[in-house]
């Protein structure tokens, strides 16, 4: 019987799979940098002048870049950079780098218009604009006012994740404004595959890179079981949706996916707080006045149920995710095994994606 491990959170879980039942696991490809490497991409960072970096996601990926900027620094005799992040990721940050030399102090908006900000993150795929890129975290973080134009350009209403699309100008007119500068990465569970660096109308072209390693072409599937592939990417049900964008293009119609995502701070997403709560009809999805954080991922959610069933192990209650979001709940991975075995027949054979973050299947 193999024996698959999950990622849950922080921590990751068993998934025992009967060899009759495993039709494949699917992975992403690409061969990860060696440290020099890594540093010898970072050469490009100027330094020697004051610079803040905000650190955008706390990934281990990310967390390998900042940790790469400090074993430069000091090789070359440097001052320490300051270290910016949001509120919520403050602790995980300072318990990471304990370092008492090390600036790491909390990041608010107003600090966006300051030239010296370095922003890092990791690039990834997106329903809404193809790529999540730092162009179109900048933009929901900071351009609110123009998400509603962005919104309006999507084509259709089921994600694309992996395409060049026309929300994309949106994103990437809005940090042409800025003097900014970024640190994007591709990255998976083996490791950092590409870096960038420069202002985010440049480092986009890693997009490339990301999809090269990421873009499966597959037969389709009836039964996927998939997990996010690293704890950021699970933190809340919106962006842990994004797993199931990235795979849904494979899923066969009556057929069911099933996302491991433990969503310990909840649903990451305004749209989708104000639909459980009774505060959003789901008819303002489709030509809303108002843009709220996260409304596709509801329309996505709404879109696909008409094509197939989407299971979740969580920690949300079932209130949220059977009740309201018509997704279908799991204590845990062996009841999901036991319920495609039940619901499909013993010999249902199940594909699992266990980075599904940084994967897209076609």
Same mark, same amino acid.
């Given at each position: 019987?193999?024996?698959?491990?999950?990622?849950?959170?922080?921590?990751?879980?068993?998934?025992?799979?009967?060899?009759?039942?495993?039709?494949?696991?699917?992975?992403?490809?690409?061969?990860?940098?060696?440290?020099?490497?890594?540093?010898?991409?970072?050469?490009?960072?100027?330094?020697?002048?004051?610079?803040?970096?905000?650190?955008?996601?706390?990934?281990?990926?990310?967390?390998?870049?900042?940790?790469?900027?400090?074993?430069?620094?000091?090789?070359?005799?440097?001052?320490?950079?300051?270290?910016?992040?949001?509120?919520?990721?403050?602790?995980?940050?300072?318990?990471?780098?304990?370092?008492?030399?090390?600036?790491?102090?909390?990041?608010?908006?107003?600090?966006?218009?300051?030239?010296?900000?370095?922003?890092?993150?990791?690039?990834?795929?997106?329903?809404?604009?193809?790529?999540?890129?730092?162009?179109?975290?900048?933009?929901?973080?900071?351009?609110?006012?123009?998400?509603?134009?962005?919104?309006?350009?999507?084509?259709?209403?089921?994600?694309?994740?992996?395409?060049?699309?026309?929300?994309?100008?949106?994103?990437?007119?809005?940090?042409?404004?800025?003097?900014?500068?970024?640190?994007?990465?591709?990255?998976?569970?083996?490791?950092?595959?590409? #870096?960038?660096? $420069?202002?985010?109308? &440049?480092?986009?072209? @890693? *997009?490339? /890179? !990301? %999809? =090269?390693?990421?873009?499966?072409?597959?037969?389709?599937?009836?039964?996927?079981? #998939?997990?996010? $592939?690293?704890?950021? &990417?699970?933190?809340? @049900? *919106?962006? /842990? !949706? %994004? =797993?199931?964008?990235?795979?849904?293009?494979?899923?066969?119609?009556?057929?069911?996916?099933?996302?491991?995502?433990?969503?310990?701070?909840?649903?990451? *997403?305004?749209?989708?707080?104000?639909?459980?709560?009774?505060?959003?009809?789901?008819?303002?999805?489709?030509?809303?006045?108002?843009?709220?954080?996260?409304?596709?991922?509801?329309?996505?959610?709404?879109?696909?149920?008409?094509?197939?069933?989407?299971?979740?192990?969580?920690?949300?209650?079932?209130?949220?995710?059977?009740?309201?979001?018509?997704?279908?709940?799991?204590?845990?991975?062996?009841?999901?095994?036991?319920?495609?075995?039940?619901?499909?027949?013993?010999?249902?054979?199940?594909?699992?994606?266990?980075?599904?973050?940084?994967?897209?299947?076609?």
């Amino acid at each position: 019987m193999p024996e698959i491990w999950l990622s849950y959170g922080p921590t990751d879980v068993v998934l025992d799979v009967m060899a009759e039942n495993l039709e494949k696991q699917i992975v992403p490809g690409g061969v990860s940098l060696t440290d020099a490497e890594i540093a010898s991409k970072l050469e490009s960072v100027d330094l020697s002048k004051p610079t803040e970096f905000v650190i955008m996601e706390h990934s281990k990926s990310v967390l390998k870049i900042i940790s790469g900027l400090l074993d430069i620094c000091t090789k070359k005799s440097l001052p320490k950079p300051k270290f910016l992040v949001d509120k919520s990721n403050l602790n995980s940050i300072k318990n990471v780098f304990a370092d008492p030399t090390v600036s790491i102090s909390e990041f608010n908006n107003s600090q966006f218009s300051n030239a010296n900000l370095i922003f890092i993150g990791e690039m990834e795929f997106d329903g809404l604009f193809g790529y999540d890129t730092m162009s179109t975290k900048l933009l929901r973080r900071f351009g609110k006012d123009n998400m509603l134009e962005a919104y309006e350009k999507r084509e259709g209403n089921l994600p694309l994740p992996g395409y060049e699309l026309q929300t994309m100008q949106v994103a990437k007119k809005f940090t042409d404004g800025f003097e900014i500068s970024s640190i994007e990465i591709v990255a998976n569970q083996s490791g950092i595959i590409d #870096v960038a660096v $420069g202002h985010p109308s &440049s480092t986009f072209s @890693l *997009s490339k /890179s !990301l %999809s =090269s390693n990421a873009i499966h072409e597959t037969e389709k599937h009836r039964v996927a079981i #998939v997990s996010t $592939g690293k704890e950021t &990417s699970n933190e809340t @049900l *919106s962006r /842990s !949706l %994004s =797993s199931v964008w990235n795979c849904s293009g494979v899923i066969k119609d009556e057929g069911l996916i099933i996302l491991l995502a433990e969503c310990k701070n909840g649903l990451g *997403s305004e749209a989708i707080q104000q639909y459980v709560e009774g505060r959003m009809n789901l008819d303002r999805l489709k030509n809303p006045s108002k843009y709220l954080d996260g409304m596709e991922d509801l329309l996505f959610l709404t879109e696909m149920h008409k094509k197939f069933g989407i299971g979740i192990v969580s920690i949300l209650p079932n209130l949220y995710t059977k009740d309201k979001l018509g997704m279908i709940p799991f204590s845990g991975a062996k009841e999901t095994m036991d319920y495609v075995l039940k619901t499909y027949g013993e010999r249902q054979k199940i594909t699992i994606i266990p980075d599904g973050s940084h994967v897209l299947l076609r």
